[in-house]
């Protein structure tokens, strides 16, 4: 059964989605300690607007999907007090729509910006990481390699994504309406990842030519400032250079606040700034500017939910693509469907594959030898299953139960414990429960 838990911009504003963040310092101990409690498979997504837990649970049934849902929350918020809250706050899938949930995801459909343009390497990378970590078997490969497909899809056979989509880009178009001309604006950029990247060259072609890049890894930095014609700053001088600028965006993967609202007062004031104007936007989750800092005078402190509505108002020609990439992912869901029918078919004829590939790799042995002898046998019982599995696919595609049958197979045709070509089977995908849609809250 595929299982989806999810904390994200719809139902939890900016400080929930911080409260329930799992930071990358966090992101091992968590797949480490997550496959258990009847989860096999893991994967983690995990961006400024969300935080999603991708498990499947060999095991179907109610039963089966508490204890997993009570499994991995209890390992994403120990503490009982926040756990509670963890589940009046997330969303809770299974089954079918998880896959497609997935797919408009990944095709930007799902995004707080309608066709968002980082989406996809954010889904490609949290699939990468899963695989490092080695949490990912059959279904999640499956479910994953279709999601980012289906992405591809829309980002190149639609018009989703036309248009200024992300929130680093609008940052810089908000310092434009905010003072008239970047030409003489000092901007500083901290954090040079993909986002604070976007919102310093949006910076520069927006106008700005006094642009400050600072970022704890200096040579990120130093690359991004020689195209820009910028300049590099240390971490250590971060307030003093924020006290001389007129707009700061911040953008870093940082825990904790990395500018406090103290420490930026007393660097204004140090400097005869003051009184000045600062625009002060905070594009990281969590937030890495102390919102205290909306109290320091002639500050004004724009965060992530402050940044999309403007966003909405350049949505109009991405909508009109709604439709097509909405098609897409369908079509591409009945592939998913197809291969969780045909999953658990493989499954329910397991035996009587083993047992037709050892009879067959055995009798082939006589004749050939063993080197022949194992591809011979599943080239045969490959051939005399195809029908078998037709029918059973079909079945369960339909929505018929035929675990009845396939305990039946079992008992004819599965072979002693001491059976030695066990692992010669076809792939040990895990049997998916029926495909139920279940979109509503976990209470």
């Given at each position: 059964m595929l299982i989806c838990l999810a904390v994200d911009y719809r139902k939890a504003d900016v400080a929930t989605r911080e409260r329930f963040h799992l930071a990358e310092q966090r992101l091992g101990e968590m797949y480490r300690r997550l496959i258990g409690g009847g989860v096999s498979e893991l994967a983690l997504v995990s961006t400024c607007n969300r935080t999603e837990l991708y498990a499947w649970t060999e095991t179907g049934g109610q039963d089966a999907l508490e204890r997993a849902v009570e499994h991995l929350a209890a390992v994403w918020m120990p503490d009982e007090t926040e756990r509670a809250k963890l589940l009046q706050t997330l969303t809770l899938r299974i089954g079918d729509e998880v896959g497609r949930h997935l797919m408009r995801l990944t095709g930007g459909l799902e995004s707080q910006i309608l066709g968002d343009g980082q989406i996809l390497g954010q889904v490609r990378s949290a699939y990468r990481t899963a695989c490092e970590m080695e949490t990912v078997g059959p279904m999640l490969h499956r479910l994953f390699e279709i999601a980012l497909?289906?992405?591809?899809?829309?980002?190149?056979?639609?018009?989703?994504?036309?248009?200024?989509?992300s929130v680093g880009a609008e940052a810089a178009s908000v310092a434009l309406r905010r003072f008239g001309s970047l030409e003489h604006a000092r901007c500083v950029v901290v954090g040079c990842g993909k986002t604070g990247t976007r919102a310093a060259r949006q910076l520069a072609k927006l106008g700005?030519?006094?642009?400050?890049?600072?970022?704890r890894t200096p040579q990120r930095a130093e690359e991004l400032a020689r195209s820009l014609r910028g300049r590099v700053a240390s971490m250590e001088t971060l307030h003093a250079e924020a006290a001389m600028a007129d707009v700061v965006i911040v953008a870093t993967g940082a825990a904790t606040y990395t500018l406090s609202a103290e420490t930026l007062t007393t660097a204004r004031r140090n400097v005869g700034t003051a009184e000045q104007p600062l625009l002060l936007m905070d594009?990281?989750?969590p937030r890495n500017v102390d919102p205290q800092s909306a109290h320091v005078a002639g500050v004004t402190l724009v965060d992530l939910d402050s940044l999309h509505p403007p966003i909405v108002a350049a949505e109009t020609a991405r909508r009109a693509a709604v439709p097509a990439a909405e098609r897409i992912v369908e079509a591409e869901m009945r592939w998913l469907r197809h291969w969780l029918a045909t999953g658990a078919a493989r499954l329910a004829i397991r035996s009587l594959h083993d047992a037709l590939v050892d009879l067959c790799r055995r009798e082939v042995a006589f004749v050939a030898g063993d080197g022949v002898a194992e591809r011979t046998a599943q080239r045969i019982a490959a051939k005399l299953l195809a029908r078998p599995m037709h029918v059973f696919s079909d079945a369960i595609a339909r929505g018929e139960n035929v675990e009845e049958l396939a305990e039946h197979l079992d008992q004819l045709f599965a072979a002693p414990p001491r059976r030695s070509t066990a692992e010669h089977a076809l792939p040990?995908?895990?049997?998916p429960a029926p495909l139920a849609v279940a979109g509503a809250p976990l209470s």
């Amino acid at each position: 059964m595929l299982i989806c838990l999810a904390v994200d911009y719809r139902k939890a504003d900016v400080a929930t989605r911080e409260r329930f963040h799992l930071a990358e310092q966090r992101l091992g101990e968590m797949y480490r300690r997550l496959i258990g409690g009847g989860v096999s498979e893991l994967a983690l997504v995990s961006t400024c607007n969300r935080t999603e837990l991708y498990a499947w649970t060999e095991t179907g049934g109610q039963d089966a999907l508490e204890r997993a849902v009570e499994h991995l929350a209890a390992v994403w918020m120990p503490d009982e007090t926040e756990r509670a809250k963890l589940l009046q706050t997330l969303t809770l899938r299974i089954g079918d729509e998880v896959g497609r949930h997935l797919m408009r995801l990944t095709g930007g459909l799902e995004s707080q910006i309608l066709g968002d343009g980082q989406i996809l390497g954010q889904v490609r990378s949290a699939y990468r990481t899963a695989c490092e970590m080695e949490t990912v078997g059959p279904m999640l490969h499956r479910l994953f390699e279709i999601a980012l497909r289906t992405g591809r899809r829309i980002q190149h056979e639609t018009a989703l994504s036309t248009g200024r989509n992300s929130v680093g880009a609008e940052a810089a178009s908000v310092a434009l309406r905010r003072f008239g001309s970047l030409e003489h604006a000092r901007c500083v950029v901290v954090g040079c990842g993909k986002t604070g990247t976007r919102a310093a060259r949006q910076l520069a072609k927006l106008g700005a030519t006094d642009i400050v890049l600072i970022n704890r890894t200096p040579q990120r930095a130093e690359e991004l400032a020689r195209s820009l014609r910028g300049r590099v700053a240390s971490m250590e001088t971060l307030h003093a250079e924020a006290a001389m600028a007129d707009v700061v965006i911040v953008a870093t993967g940082a825990a904790t606040y990395t500018l406090s609202a103290e420490t930026l007062t007393t660097a204004r004031r140090n400097v005869g700034t003051a009184e000045q104007p600062l625009l002060l936007m905070d594009l990281a989750l969590p937030r890495n500017v102390d919102p205290q800092s909306a109290h320091v005078a002639g500050v004004t402190l724009v965060d992530l939910d402050s940044l999309h509505p403007p966003i909405v108002a350049a949505e109009t020609a991405r909508r009109a693509a709604v439709p097509a990439a909405e098609r897409i992912v369908e079509a591409e869901m009945r592939w998913l469907r197809h291969w969780l029918a045909t999953g658990a078919a493989r499954l329910a004829i397991r035996s009587l594959h083993d047992a037709l590939v050892d009879l067959c790799r055995r009798e082939v042995a006589f004749v050939a030898g063993d080197g022949v002898a194992e591809r011979t046998a599943q080239r045969i019982a490959a051939k005399l299953l195809a029908r078998p599995m037709h029918v059973f696919s079909d079945a369960i595609a339909r929505g018929e139960n035929v675990e009845e049958l396939a305990e039946h197979l079992d008992q004819l045709f599965a072979a002693p414990p001491r059976r030695s070509t066990a692992e010669h089977a076809l792939p040990r995908d895990p049997a998916p429960a029926p495909l139920a849609v279940a979109g509503a809250p976990l209470s």
